[in-house]
């Protein structure tokens, strides 16, 4: 077997699907199957169960795909750390983060990294889940993820950032837009705008609700905060998000934001392979974003 093999049964695992592989390596779908199958010869077992919607691996090829992704990001995160080396102050930092969380949390700190290391490049990579970027990290395809920390996960190194206190959005004319605070039974059977149920934030305010006895309906569902803030500002609906300093002030001037003060805050921060082997370019920008986050107002 190969490493282009184990890559390719790697990413064929986390797609799901042998053509979206071949779209992705810009070959041929054969050319993905054979890797897989030159594996399945030498292991004397099958690796991936074929499905009308795609592909599943078996309980060996998840086996090979645990080894795959601790070995190949090891490798990886070597291999960057050995061209940073050769480029001397040269180099590249690679983060990956939601689609949202550069405005509210880096937009300050990347000017003055780039002001500190001009010649360095910033790799920006959105995903659509902390747990998707936690599978970016632990693959070896990024260096930093910034998310929304949860349970501790295992091989993977998270160092909390800022606490991000939960608030109500609502707009102006909201009759609940005059209230200095939202209780939990304010939220009783409210019709809510909701995060996707996979995600971390999502999963600790659906908790949060059930052990208050609380059920609100989320009749509408978005893919970040941001979007949430919209529709709530413009009267459709509440949202229970985390209170963000870019959401207060003259910007939204039809816009509530009440707290919540029972709902435990949400924690945002850095998750890594490991900190003692992160290179001196990853570590200084991740730093640089804590100072910044330090920096901002306190929320409301």
Request: net charge neutral; aromatic share 4%; with cysteine.
């Amino acid at each position: 077997m190969t490493i282009d093999d184990l890559r390719v049964f790697a990413a064929v695992c986390r797609a799901g699907s042998l053509s979206a592989v071949a779209r992705e390596l810009h070959c041929t779908q054969s050319a993905v199957s054979q890797h897989v199958k030159r594996l399945e010869r030498e292991l004397g077992l099958s690796l991936i169960e074929r499905h009308p919607r795609g592909v599943v691996p078996t309980e060996a090829g998840r086996l090979l795909q645990a080894a795959v992704a601790t070995g190949l990001g090891g490798i990886d995160h070597a291999l960057h750390r050995i061209a940073e080396l050769g480029r001397g102050e040269g180099g590249s930092v690679r983060i990956t983060t939601g689609a949202t969380s550069i405005r509210h949390f880096m937009s300050a700190a990347v000017v003055a990294f780039r002001r500190r290391f001009p010649q360095v490049s910033l790799e920006f990579q959105t995903e659509v889940s902390s747990r998707s970027c936690l599978e970016a990290v632990t693959a070896g395809r990024v260096d930093l993820a910034w998310i929304t920390l949860g349970t501790p996960v295992r091989g993977i190194g998270q160092r909390p950032v800022v606490e991000l206190p939960w608030v109500l959005a609502v707009a102006a004319g909201d009759p609940l837009a005059a209230r200095a605070r939202i209780a939990p039974a304010d939220l009783q059977d409210a019709r809510l705008i909701g995060l996707p149920q996979n995600s971390v934030a999502r999963s600790q305010l659906d908790a949060w609700l059930g052990a208050s006895g609380i059920r609100p309906v989320f009749d509408t569902s978005v893919a970040d905060w941001d979007t949430a803030i919209l529709l709530a500002e413009l009267g459709l609906g509440h949202a229970v998000v985390p209170a963000l300093p870019q959401w207060q002030g003259p910007g939204h001037p039809d816009l509530r934001l009440l707290p919540l003060p029972d709902l435990p805050a949400l924690t945002a921060g850095w998750a890594v392979r490991d900190w003692d082997s992160l290179g001196p370019l990853a570590r200084a920008f991740a730093d640089t974003v804590a100072a910044h986050c330090a920096d901002e107002p306190a929320a409301p």
